[in-house]
């Protein structure tokens, strides 16, 4: 999945002869910064274990790869419901975004950063690195991720029976 999320990029990227041609160098930081926005508000209602909150910054034909799974709008709302479902409590880090601007209304970023989750079960997943690659398009005024691709190295420590619930 993630070399078909690389071809994408690259015909994405590919559908301009020059990434963000015409536009002034404030409108691509514009662009950045309002696709940044989004990024940052979904890891927000993440954080808050919200899943009706995060999709709304998902386009009704989102297609996410997630490992080897690919999902739709529906399938990726259940699975982080469920997700969320068994969490206790999320902390994120992010340490880098990266965004390039492919024209006024479409553009790739990649979020990169650390997040801990601590399960209801006791048991704490640790991501790291964790790491959203993602299509944004700007979608009636408003940009939505049409394509995303997460992935992470995650670490399970399991709870000792003492401190399972």
């Known amino acids: 999945m993630q070399i ?28 950045e910064g309002e696709v940044k926005a989004v990024d940052d508000s979904i890891l927000a209602t ?20 997630e490992g080897a ?24 880090a992010p340490t880098r975004h990266d965004c390039v ?13 650390a997040a801990t989750l601590v399960q209801r079960s006791g048991d704490t997943l640790l991501m790291n690195p964790l790491v959203y690659s993602n299509v944004a398009k700007k979608i009636a005024g408003r940009w939505l991720l049409i394509y995303s691709n997460p992935s992470a190295s995650v670490v399970v420590h399991k709870a000792s029976r003492a401190r399972r619930p």
Do not use: H
């Open 69 to 92: 799974e690919r999902m739709d709008f529906q399938a990726y709302k259940k699975a982080w419901g469920d997700f969320n479902k068994a969490s206790a409590s999320l902390t994120v």
């Open 101 to 113: 601007v492919v024209s006024k209304d479409l553009a790739i970023a990649t979020w990169v950063g």
């Open 46 to 65: 993440w954080v808050r274990l919200d899943v009706d909150a995060t999709m709304r910054y998902y386009a009704p034909e989102v297609v996410v790869a």
């Open 4 to 31: 078909c999320a690389a071809v994408l990029m690259c015909l994405a990227a590919g559908c301009t002869s020059r990434q963000g041609e015409g536009l002034t160098p404030q409108q691509k930081a514009q662009i």
